[in-house]
């Protein structure tokens, strides 16, 4: 018969591994918490046309990297390939911008998909925790989500990564540049490809990884140099709170994003430990997006953190998470009436809101305290028929091997207090 395999770009998350992705997860939404930020869960799948419009007729990610389908009934759906254009369609479907109190600021975190060439770290399955602030422009809410994710990071234990900076300038001033740029880059010697760039998007070939194009490309002309007075002074805002903030940033006139939506400030984190795909996350303010998909002006900012690269960020600094175990408690019961009344104190146990397992299957006593230790429990509770009607249950620190009767009818209280 055939077995099965996890398709390709994809892999499964399993204990004891899957516990570090939870946890990056939580470390990630916390902060965003703490400033304002509520839930949002969207469905995995959109129409096409949201992300066509939205991430852009011309980028990979639409061209070359989604996940379509034809349903049943007719309707071209995509897999999402990022968040930001379903949290932006969701809340203008659901007004939460006309609720009044603008910034409407979102988190969310869950499965996107993109049909990328496989690698360490680039996956065609993939897991972002990602905060879109609706509806404000205001330097301080750049700020304020950058610093968010420095935080993030932070809490982590994560030092090796850094922050590069750009300004994208807006609808008055990229224009222009857009002009100067390709004026400057059809006066170069490319390739088909590339030249055909040139014409649809020619902010991506600044972007180019290829040593021959890259040394053509010194003397291009720079956005940070065609900003407009009021890109200017918006993003010198941006930096000055960053840096009131206590946070490095790396001015990286070159970074484009590999979406189309942004304007003005836009930013990525990448970790030096983690060769060619080093974006850990990326994000910036997206003011033309609502307009874009249907939506009234409303200029927003936004990020998403890669979670898996967060987690393989962490194994390269040699970083490990404090989790608590799993289990606290492993119950061993020896006979038939123990284990009757074992379980009740395993469910007593779990109720008092102690981590608590239980040796199932009628193990021997040996096999029973190797699942106990395996568990990663700290305290193990054995008890036989003997220690039943003496009215106790033996409690055994698995970490010093010192072993006591505790009775009964104590034993939930005991073992809460010492859990704590
Ligand atoms: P993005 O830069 O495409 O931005 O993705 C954000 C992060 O998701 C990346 O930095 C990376 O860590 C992770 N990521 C992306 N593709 C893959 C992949 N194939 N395998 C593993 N990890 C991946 C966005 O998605 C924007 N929606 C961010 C944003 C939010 N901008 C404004 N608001």
């Known amino acids: 018969m055939t077995?099965?395999?996890?398709?390709?770009?994809?892999?499964?998350?399993?204990?004891?591994?899957?516990?570090?992705?939870?946890?990056?997860?939580?470390?990630?939404?916390?902060?965003?918490?703490?400033?304002?930020?509520?839930?949002?869960?969207t469905p995995g799948f959109e129409s096409v046309e949201l992300f066509s419009r939205g991430v852009g007729e011309s980028t990979d990610i639409v061209t070359k990297e989604m996940y379509t389908l034809t349903t049943k009934g007719g309707d071209e759906l995509a897999l999402r390939p990022e968040g930001t254009a379903s949290v932006l369609r969701a809340a203008l479907e659901n007004n939460l911008h006309r609720?009044?109190?603008?910034?409407?600021?979102?988190?969310?975190?869950?499965?996107?998909?993109?049909?990328?060439?496989?690698?360490?770290?680039?996956?065609?399955?993939?897991?972002?925790?990602?905060?879109?602030?609706?509806?404000?422009?205001?330097?301080?809410?750049?700020?304020?989500?950058?610093?968010?994710?420095?935080?993030?990071?932070?809490?982590?234990g994560l030092r090796d990564f850094r922050l590069l900076l750009n300004s994208l300038g807006d609808k008055e001033c990229r224009p222009v540049y857009r002009a100067a740029l390709q004026d400057f880059l059809r006066g170069l010697e490319l390739d088909e490809d590339t030249r055909a760039r040139i014409e649809i998007n020619p902010l991506r070939v600044l972007d180019d990884k290829r040593e021959a194009v890259q040394k053509q490309l010194a003397g291009a002309p720079m956005m940070r140099d065609h900003l407009c007075e009021a890109c200017k002074a918006y993003h010198e805002q941006v930096r000055d709170l960053l840096s009131a903030a206590g946070v490095a940033y790396e001015d990286d006139p070159k970074l484009v994003r590999g979406l189309d939506y942004y304007t003005r400030t836009t930013f990525e984190f990448v970790h030096d430990g983690l060769g060619s795909q080093s974006a850990v996350g990326g994000g910036g303010r997206y003011d033309?997006?609502?307009?874009?998909?249907?939506?009234?002006?409303?200029?927003?900012?936004?990020?998403?953190?890669?979670?898996?690269?967060?987690?393989?960020?962490?194994?390269?600094?040699?970083?490990?998470?404090?989790l608590p175990s799993a289990t606290q408690v492993f119950a061993v019961p020896?006979?038939?009436?123990?284990?009757?009344?074992?379980?009740?104190?395993?469910?007593?146990l779990r109720r008092a809101g102690v981590a608590t397992d239980f040796a199932y299957g009628g193990k021997g006593l040996k096999n029973a305290m190797k699942s106990a230790n395996r568990s990663g429990a700290?305290?193990?509770?054995?008890?036989?028929?003997?220690?039943?009607?003496?009215?106790?249950?033996?409690?055994?620190?698995?970490?010093?091997?010192?072993?006591?009767?505790?009775?009964?009818?104590?034993?939930?209280?005991?073992?809460?207090?010492?859990?704590?």
């Not at 077995?3 to 997860?25: C, H, M, N, W």
């Not at 399955?125 to 301080?140: L, R, W």
């Not at 020896?334 to 007593?348: D, I, K, N, S, Y």
């Not at 220690?387 to 073992?415: F, M, N, W």
């Open 99 to 156: 609720v009044g109190n603008l910034p409407v600021k979102l988190w969310y975190s869950g499965s996107y998909y993109r049909y990328e060439r496989p690698q360490a770290g680039r996956y065609r399955h993939f897991s972002q925790v990602g905060a879109e602030a609706i509806g404000a422009e205001d330097p301080a809410l750049d700020a304020e989500l950058i610093i968010l994710a420095v935080d993030a990071y932070r809490s982590l």
């Open 334 to 348: 020896l006979g038939e009436e123990a284990r009757r009344a074992l379980f009740g104190v395993v469910t007593e």
């Open 3 to 41: 077995t099965f395999q996890a398709p390709k770009g994809t892999y499964d998350l399993i204990p004891p591994e899957s516990a570090t992705y939870l946890a990056v997860r939580e470390a990630i939404s916390a902060p965003l918490q703490r400033a304002g930020y509520g839930y949002i869960e």
């Open 288 to 322: 033309g997006l609502s307009e874009m998909i249907g939506g009234p002006a409303l200029p927003s900012v936004g990020w998403a953190l890669g979670v898996d690269r967060t987690v393989l960020a962490l194994k390269a600094e040699g970083v490990e998470l404090e």
């Open 378 to 420: 700290r305290y193990a509770l054995v008890a036989g028929e003997r220690d039943l009607a003496e009215g106790v249950v033996q409690l055994k620190d698995l970490e010093t091997g010192e072993q006591s009767p505790v009775a009964l009818d104590r034993i939930v209280e005991e073992l809460r207090a010492k859990a704590r």
